[in-house]
């Protein structure tokens, strides 16, 4: 058994020596360098010295002559100098206008109840019960429906308190525009117009348009029930044609605070809506009343002062533009409320009250302009100028 044993070792020996032998030297030679490359230096790195350094960092002519990618455009900051022009010139023609109309519109209310008078006096005795009875039976069926309707929608109309009438209008040019936005072709004239954006090649027009401007039906319906709300008050305190002005000025002012926030933090982005406006509205009212009860719609058992709510509201915007929040422009709301405000603790002294040297100098000119239409009008006296005492 042992003689086998060494035997077979023998034999197994002898096999390994000739196949090493017989394996070609391209073999032998890949197998001694997989070994070696396992256990292979790690390759020096280059000299950093200083005298290499140099010779290192400088690149060849021909990476030297390949242009890198260019940086990229410094977005100059936008000035302000044109919106700031518009603010001041638009607000100043937005209270002119509302002179000129308000005497217009008490020269007609005049001239009306004279015709309504005169007409009263001819048409009475005229006309008796049988002929209006007459009348109606002579329409159609169609003709009445129409007639009945009418008379319907103008008591609701006249139960409307003035404010209300006048709120109605700025509801309809709201809804209109939100409509706008609906048609995909008229996307990008409405982006340009109807949104405001300081960054933008179109800064002065969309400060007023944008006060018209809502792209959300939730985020319009809220501001203009806000400014039903307070529609009566604020035209109470100061007529319909003042509220107009100080309604579309404070829509440019909080518009023009925004462009300067924004300018000032870099983040130019555009926005729109009428809460700058309707805040400036919400603002006056509460700062002539401050002692007025107000509630909430969905709480009614809760009430709070108008002053309180005023106060609350500024503090609110006041964080959440000095904490940079981006659900609302808060700078625009901040700057139409202050701006409501100021006009009825200082505006209404210096701008509305000073408006009678414009109305009287209005009426001259147009006084002359009727005067110079009537046949005979002249300095020299006639059938329809005026005669020396």
């Known amino acids: 058994m042992a003689w086998r044993g060494c035997v077979t070792k023998w034999t197994k020996t ?58 990229p455009p410094k977005v100059p900051r936008p000035t302000l100098f044109t919106p700031l022009m518009f603010t001041v010139g638009f607000t100043g023609c937005s209270f002119g206008v509302a002179a000129i ?3 217009e519109t008490l020269k007609s209310k005049v001239q009306t109840a004279k015709d309504e008078e005169e007409s009263e006096e001819l048409e009475k ?4 019960t049988a002929y209006w009875h007459d009348w109606w039976n002579q329409l159609s069926g169609f003709q009445r429906q129409l007639i009945l309707l009418m008379s319907m929608a103008d008591d609701v109309w006249s139960g409307l308190t003035e404010g209300q009438k006048t709120v109605t209008g700025i509801i309809a040019v709201n809804a209109v525009v939100l409509c706008l936005w609906r048609i995909p072709s008229m996307q990008r004239s409405m982006i340009k117009y109807f949104t405001a954006n300081p960054a933008s090649k179109t800064r002065c027009l969309p400060m007023v348009l944008s006060t018209f401007s809502h792209y959300s039906l939730i985020h319009m319906v809220a501001n203009m029930y806000v400014l039903w709300t307070f ?47 309707v805040m400036a509205v919400l603002a006056a009212v509460c700062a002539k009343v401050p002692e007025a009860k107000l509630g909430i719609i969905f709480l009614p058992m809760v009430t709070f002062t108008a002053g309180n709510a005023l ?27 202050l701006f409501g405000v100021w006009y009825v603790a200082y505006g209404y002294k210096l701008i509305w009250r000073k408006r009678e040297p414009f109305v009287k100098l209005w009426h001259d000119i147009r006084s002359l302009g009727a005067g110079g239409s009537r046949p005979g009008g002249g300095a020299g006296g006639g059938a329809g100028g005026p005669r020396p005492q």
């Open 14 to 71: 002898q096999l390994i020596s000739r196949s090493h032998s017989s394996a070609p030297r391209g073999c032998r030679q890949s197998l001694y360098n997989q070994q070696r490359c396992g256990f292979r230096r790690e390759a020096k790195r280059p000299d950093t010295k200083k005298g290499n350094g140099s010779q290192e960092t400088n690149p060849s002519p021909h990476e030297a002559s390949t242009p890198g990618p260019p940086p």
């Open 101 to 103: 109309l308000q005497y």
């Open 125 to 128: 005795g005229s006309q008796d």
């Open 231 to 277: 529609s009566s008050g604020i035209v109470s305190l100061l007529g319909k044609e003042q509220f107009l002005a100080v309604y579309l000025s404070a829509g440019v002012v909080s518009n023009m605070v925004s462009y300067l926030c924004k300018t000032t933090s870099g983040r130019l982005y555009p926005s729109l809506g009428a809460s700058g406006a």
């Open 311 to 337: 106060k609350a509201l500024i503090a609110i915007d006041a964080a959440g533009l000095f904490l940079g929040w981006r659900l609302f422009d808060h700078a625009a709301h901040l700057g139409g409320a």
